[in-house]
C-alpha cells in the first residue's frame, strides 16, 4: 500500500510502499477511501523538517536538553549516531481520514467489517486504528465529507469549552479548517457569530458558513461596537502562529468575565491588563476532547461512562458526523483541491510553494487496494558467510534500531532475512538500511519463512512470551530482548515449550538480552575475581530516571513495570558476578503519603544466591539524569571491584588500587550479538544457562510480588 512519510532529518516528503498492517487487538483495519490533509498543522511538521539541525533545536529546546543529557552520560559519538538515526526515522504524516472496516481486532464489538467509519488514521491505503478513535459515517455522508470529522472534532471541543449558549456573541480568530468549522458549530449552537483573518477570501466563505460580519483585520473596537459595547462573550482562538497577537486581540475583545480559548498553536504570553481587570478565563483546549493522550482511552480502549464524561473525542466525532449528517454542518465548501493519494508529493508541493490558495485538500484512495503483506526490499550488497544464519526481526523500535539492528549487520554469520512491525512502515524503513530482504506486519510471514532459522523479538514486553514460544515450537533459534515473561505463569509455558522441543528431538537456542555480562567492564571484574572461591557480596546501583507513570513500561499488563522491565538487567548482572543464579528475593519500594503513583521504581532488592554470595539491587528513579546511571561494587576474598557506568573499572587488592578507562560506555550489546552467533553456528553451549534465564526471570517477577505482599520468597517454591 502506499503510505505519506516525512523524514525530518532532510526534509523529503515521500509516497512509500509499505506492506499493510494487520487488525490488532483493541483496534480496527480500515481501508481508506479519503483522507484529508490538515495543512496548518503538516506544514509546521514540513517546516520543521526542512530547517537545518540548529533550526531544529531553536524549535524544540525540550530535545536540546535530553539531547545534553546524553551527552554526559554516553559521549559524543554515541549521542551523534543516536540523534541522527532519530531524525531520520519517518514520520507518518496525516490524522484524518475516512473507510470501510476491513477486520477487528480482539475486543472490539462497536464496529463490523464493512462498515464506514471516519478516524484519525494517517495518510495510508489502509490504517490500523484503537476503537475510541474511530465513529460511525451515518448514511447520507461522503467519505470526502468524512475525512473532516477529526478537525471538525477539534473545533468542536473548542465550542465546548467556550461554554456559550443561545444568542451569546462569539470571535473566532483565524479561519483556516478548524476556524471555518468552529464559526460553522457555533452558528449551528444559535450563537451570533464574528470573525476575523488576515485572508480577505477566508472572510468571504466564513460570512456563508454564518459569521457576520467576517472581515480582515477585525479589530477590538469593532467588536465592542458590535455587542453594543459589551465585547464577545467568548473568543476561540483557531489561528497558527508564534505571534502573541492573537491572545492580546482575545484580550482586549471579550467581555469581562469573559472566556478565551485557545485551540490553535499561539504564543501564550498573556497581556496581564486586559485579563486581569476583566477577570477573564483564559482555556487552551486539548485537540479532540477528553481521553486524548490517555494511554488508558486511546490504546486500552477503555472509555469514560458517559454519565461522568458527556463528551470524549470519540462521541465528539460522531456529533460532528451526525451534525453532517442532519445537514446542521456542510463542509463541501471547504474543499479546495482534490489529489489522488500516489500524487500526493504535488499536493504538498502546493502547500508549500503557497502561490495559489487552497483550504481542504482530499486525498482520495483505490476503491480495492491491493494486499501487500510481504515487502520485498531492495538487495543490499555485503560479504556473509556461505552458511550464514537466517534472521527474521520482530518489532523495529527505537532500541531494535539504534542497538540491535546494527549489532546484527555488522556480524557476517548472520543474514538478515524479513522484518516485522506492527504498522509496517518501520519495519520497511529499518529493513532497508539494514539490509533486510523483506519487510512486514504480519508475524507469520517471518515465522513461516523457510530462509529464517533465528528470530530476534524485540517487540513490546507482554508479546515476548507467546513470540518466544512460537519461535521454539517453529524450530527457531530465539533472541528475545528483556524480559523474556511477565508472569510466572508465561515461565512455565516457555519452559514447557522448551521440553517439548528437546522431547521432539529439535534443540533450539533460547538467549535472552541481558547484555551487561557481556560487557568488558563485566567480563574484567570477573577475571579479577577468577581465583576467589568464597561468596562474594554484590551491590548494583541503577539512576534510573523518572518516567511518567503513563509510559507504556510503567503498565504492568503491557510492560510488566521497571523491575521486570529493566532492573532484571541488574539482577542478572548479579548472578554473573556471584557466579551463581538467584534462589531467594526479597523487595521493598518506596511508601507514604507523598509518594509518586508509581513506587516500584524506587525499590531495593536483595537477593541470595545459590552458593551462598549475597547481592542487592538498587533501582532508583528519583534522582537526577545527568548523574552516571549504572555503579556496580564487588567485594569478597579481600578484593574489591567496582564498576563506573561501564566506562571505568577499578579494583583493589594487596593494597594496590588500579584504575582502566574502557573508553566509550559499552555495555555488551554487540558482544551478546556475537555469543548468540556463535553458539547458533558452532552448536556449542548457550551464552546463558536456562537455568540462570529461569532464575532471573523468576527472580524479576516474584520481587514485584515481594513488594506487593512484603514477604520474601524462594524460587524453587514459586513455580
Known sequence: MLQITQNIRDGRLSVVTVPEPLARPGHVLIANAC??????????????????????????????????????????????AQVREKLDE??????????????????????????????????????????????????????????????????????????????????????GLVGQLAVALLKAQGCRVLA????????????TLGADPAAPHLDAGRVLRL????????????????S??????????????????AVGAVGLNLPRRPYYFKEAEFVVSCSYGPGRYDPEYEERGRDYPAAH???TEQRNMQAVLDLMASGRLDVRPLISHRFRIENAEAAYALIEAGMQPYLGIILEYPDKPAPLKRLTLPAVSGVRQQDSIGVGCLGAGNFARMVLLPAIAKDKRLQPRIICSAGGLSAAHSGLKSGFEAATADEDEVFKN?????????????????????????????????????????????????????????????????????????????????????????????NAGEIPAEHWTQDESTGGGRIIGEACHAIDLAACLAGAPPVRVFAESIGGLSSPRITDDQCF???????GAISTVAYLSGGDKAFPKERVEVIGGGRIAVIEDFREVITCAGGKIAKTRLGRQDKGHRAEIEAFASAVADGGPWPIPWEELRAVSLAAILAVRSIREGVPFELDSAL
Open 605 to 611: 532488592i536483595t537477593l541470595r544466591h545459590a552458593n
Open 450 to 542: 523457510d530462509r529464517v532459522s533465528a528470530v530476534f523479538v524485540v517487540t513490546r514486553h507482554d508479546r515476548h512470551a507467546s513470540q518466544v514460544i512460537e519461535g521454539i515450537r517453529s524450530g527457531r533459534h530465539v533472541f528475545v530482548e528483556k524480559p523474556l515473561a511477565l508472569t510466572v505463569e508465561e515461565l512455565i509455558a516457555v519452559e514447557a515449550a522448551l521440553g517439548e522441543a528437546v522431547s521432539a528431538g529439535s534443540a533450539p537456542l533460547l538467549m535472552v538480552g541481558f547484555n551487561r555480562r557481556f560487557s568488558p567492564a563485566a567480563r574484567r571484574v570477573k577475571e579479577f575475581f577468577s581465583a576467589v572461591h568464597e561468596p562474594l557480596t554484590v551491590m548494583i546501583r541503577f
Open 244 to 261: 502573541d497577537g492573537p491572545v492580546e486581540l482575545a484580550g482586549e475583545a471579550v467581555r469581562q468575565k469573559g472566556r478565551v480559548v
Open 227 to 242: 455587542t453594543r459595547g459589551l465585547g464577545a462573550d467568548a473568543v476561540l482562538i483557531a489561528a497558527s502562529t508564534k
Open 90 to 175: 519517518p514520520m507518518a504524516m496525516g490524522y484524518c481520514s475516512s473507510g470501510i472496516v476491513l477486520a477487528c481486532g480482539s475486543g472490539v464489538q462497536e464496529f463490523k467489517p464493512g462498515d464506514r467509519v471516519a478516524s484519525n488514521g494517517p495518510h495510508a491505503g489502509v490504517v490500523c486504528v484503537p476503537k475510541n478513535l474511530c465513529a460511525t459515517v451515518p448514511d447520507g455522508v461522503s467519505f470526502e465529507q468524512a475525512a473532516f470529522t477529526v478537525l471538525g472534532a477539534i473545533a468542536l471541543q473548542g465550542v465546548r469549552l467556550a461554554r456559550l449558549s443561545l444568542g451569546d456573541t462569539a470571535f473566532v480568530i483565524g479561519l
Open 309 to 311: 464524561v458527556r463528551w
Open 35 to 80: 483522507s484529508l490533509i490538515s495543512a496548518g498543522t503538516e506544514k509546521m511538521v514540513m517546516d520543521l523538517a526542512g530547517k537545518s539541525l540548529l533550526g531544529k533545536a531553536r524549535e524544540r529546546p525540550d530535545h536540546v536538553r535530553r539531547v545534553l543529557q546524553k551527552l554526559r552520560g554516553e559521549g559524543i559519538l554515541q549521542t551523534l
Open 196 to 207: 476575523t483573518d488576515p485572508d480577505s477570501a477566508k472572510c468571504v466563505l466564513a460570512a
